[in-house]
């Protein structure tokens, strides 16, 4: 973990990942004490100038759901086209209740929000590709048309989509850090333990929220 205090500049993008009702308590796909990163993104949200959001944004019948496959359960894996893929809950489906980014979260001044995992054959994690490993969101361009260097991470869950999206931001030639109290984890099967390595090796930061300093509140 960093050690040091980090500064959030111009160049520096807040990327808030998927706070959205059905991976909150009483969602469809709940993350453990998910919703115990809110108050730290609004905190962090007010250090930062430049903030994207991402909503996993589902079309019915995914090719993710296990609802989808005959004689599959949740948290099965199953293969696809593409690879291997967790079969989860119906969860963040275009248009429901459960789809919707959390309410309490303060972040008026959030710039984009980037919708994924709506192709109807391809499930999503990272900010920045679909789980083909191919298929951009585009993300990475946004960043850097608009200038930035670097990219803070933080939201549901550390394991899943805000770790895929740190290692595919280092990928794309950004420098990220993973803000670890403000994320939250599934932990299925080990994946927590796995995230954090891959991260590591990957060149991910991780820091926590009170290290980070930045603009005056709103």
């Not at 730290?40 to 296990?66: C, E, M, Y």
Request: hydrophobic share 40%.
């Amino acid at each position: 973990m960093t050690s040091y205090a980090l500064q959030a500049t111009e160049t520096d993008c807040l990327l808030v990942v998927d706070v959205q009702a059905d991976f909150l308590p009483g969602g469809a796909l709940a993350v453990p004490d998910g919703d115990a990163v809110i108050a730290p993104i609004n905190a962090l949200g007010r250090k930062f100038k430049h903030v994207v959001l991402t909503q996993d944004w589902h079309p019915a019948g995914h090719a993710s759901f296990a609802t989808s496959h005959q004689d599959k359960t949740p948290f099965e894996t199953t293969t696809l086209p593409y690879g291997p893929q967790v079969l989860w809950p119906e969860h963040c489906i275009q248009g429901t209740p459960g789809a919707e980014v959390s309410p309490k979260l303060e972040l008026p001044h959030a710039e984009l929000i980037i919708r994924k995992g709506h192709r109807p054959g391809i499930d999503s994690y990272s900010a920045f590709r679909e789980a083909d490993r191919t298929t951009p969101t585009g993300l990475a361009g946004y960043l850097r048309e608009r200038g930035f260097t670097r990219v803070f991470l933080c939201g549901l869950a550390t394991d899943y989509c805000v770790g895929w999206s740190a290692i595919d931001a280092r990928e794309a030639g950004f420098e990220a850090v993973v803000v670890e109290d403000a994320c939250r984890a599934i932990d299925l099967d080990g994946s927590l333990e796995r995230a954090w390595g891959d991260m590591a090796a990957a060149g991910v930061e991780r820091a926590e929220s009170g290290a980070i300093g930045g603009r005056d509140p709103l």
